[in-house]
C-alpha cells in the first residue's frame, strides 16, 4: 500500500532519506495517557484547528482543548480515567513498570500506567522510568496537583496549534525549505499488522494534525531505516518498521524490556484507536 507512496530524494546534508506520502487515515498520534488517534475528525488537534479556521478570534479560555481538559478532570476525579482506553490494562501495565518508577509512586496505589511512544524503541532498561513510561493519578487525595495536570491535550497545544496553522494557511508547508531534512520533515515509526500499515508519528503531530484540517489527503514524512548509516543526522532514535509477525526482534523484546504478548497488547492499543469511544467520554461525539 505505502510502497506505492513511496519517493527518495536527496537532503541538503547529502544523505539519502526516504520520504513517504502516508493517507491520513493510516497516520497515528499518540497523546500519553489518551492513547493514540489517526488524523480524523475525532483527533483533539485536528479538531481544534477545526475551531480555528470556524472562528479565527478565539480564546484557550473557549477552546475545544480546555474542554476536553476539564472532562479528563472529570474522568479522573471520577476514577473513570481507565475508560478512556476501552481496554482494562491497568494490572498488567503495571507489572512492567521500571522499578525505580514504583519506588518513587509506591504511595500512590491507583496508578494508570501508558508506556509512552518509547516503549517502540526503548533500548535499555536502565533508562529513567520517565522515558517510556506515562503515569497518571487516578486518587486526587493522593495526587498532587501538577501531576493531575500532566495529560494531553496540554493548554501549549492550543498556542503551538494557532502559530502553525496561522502559518502553513499563509504561506504552505515547505519542510524542504528548512536547513535540515532531520528538523523539518514529521518523523515516525510504520507498523504492520497483517496486510494493514499505520505510520506512527512521533515528530511533527501538530504539523500534521494542520495538513490534516487543511484536507491535505496524504502527510509527507521522513523514514529512517534501522541502519546505523541511515542515521548520520542527530536523531534521537532509531526509527523502525514493527511488524507483529517479528515481535521477538522489536527492541523492547530483544533487551527484555517487556515480553512478546505485552509488545503485542501495547502495539493494539496504539494501532486500534478506538477513537469514537474516547470521542463520546471526552465529549467530542
Known amino acids: 500500500m505505502l510502497s ?4 527518495k530524494i536527496i537532503g541538503k546534508d547529502k544523505v539519502k532519506k526516504n520520504i513517504f506520502y502516508v493517507p491520513k487515515k493510516y497516520a497515528l498520534l ?3 495517557g489518551i492513547g493514540s488517534y489517526t488524523l480524523s475528525k475525532y483527533n483533539p488537534y485536528v479538531r481544534q484547528i477545526k475551531e480555528f479556521m470556524a472562528n479565527p478570534g478565539i480564546t484557550y479560555e ?13 474522568l479522573i476525579d471520577n476514577n473513570k480515567f ?9 494490572v498488567e501495565l503495571a507489572e512492567y513498570v521500571p522499578e525505580e518508577v514504583m519506588r518513587e509512586t509506591a504511595q500512590n496505589r491507583d496508578l494508570l500506567y501508558i508506556p ?4 517502540i524503541t526503548a533500548d535499555s532498561k536502565s533508562k529513567t522510568g520517565k522515558k517510556y513510561i506515562h503515569s497518571y ?10 501531576d493531575r495536570e500532566n495529560f494531553y491535550p496540554k493548554r501549549e497545544d492550543f498556542f503551538t496549534l494557532k502559530s ?21 520533515y514529521i518523523q515516525g ?3 504492520k499488522k497483517d496486510w494493514e500499515f499505520k505510520f506512527h508519528i512521533a515528530s511533527g503531530r501538530h504539523r500534521a494534525a494542520v495538513l490534516a484540517a487543511l484536507d491535505y489527503e496524504e502527510i509527507p514524512v521522513i523514514f529512517y531505516d534501522n541502519r546505523k548509516s541511515m542515521n548520520k543526522l542527530k536523531t534521537a532514535r532509531y526509527h523502525h518498521i514493527l511488524d507483529v509477525r517479528n515481535v521477538e526482534n522489536w527492541l523492547v523484546v530483544e533487551n527484555d524490556i517487556y515480553p512478546p504478548e505485552f509488545a503485542k497488547k501495547l502495539f493494539d492499543l496504539y494501532f486500534d484507536p478506538a477513537e469514537e469511544h474516547k470521542a463520546s467520554l471526552l465529549g467530542m461525539d
Open 4 to 7: 506505492s507512496l513511496y519517493k
Open 30 to 32: 499518540g497523546m500519553g
Open 62 to 74: 473557549g477552546s475545544l482543548i480546555r474542554k476536553i481538559r476539564e472532562r479528563i478532570r472529570d
Open 82 to 90: 481507565q475508560k478512556l482506553l476501552g481496554k482494562k490494562l491497568q
Open 116 to 119: 509512552y511512544r518509547d516503549w
Open 137 to 146: 493519578s487516578l486518587d486526587r487525595e493522593k495526587s498532587r496537583e501538577k
Open 164 to 184: 502553525l496553522y496561522n502559518s502553513i494557511k499563509n504561506n504552505g508547508y515547505k519542510p524542504e525549505n528548512y536547513l535540515t531534512i532531520n528538523s523539518s
Open 189 to 191: 515509526d510504520l507498523l
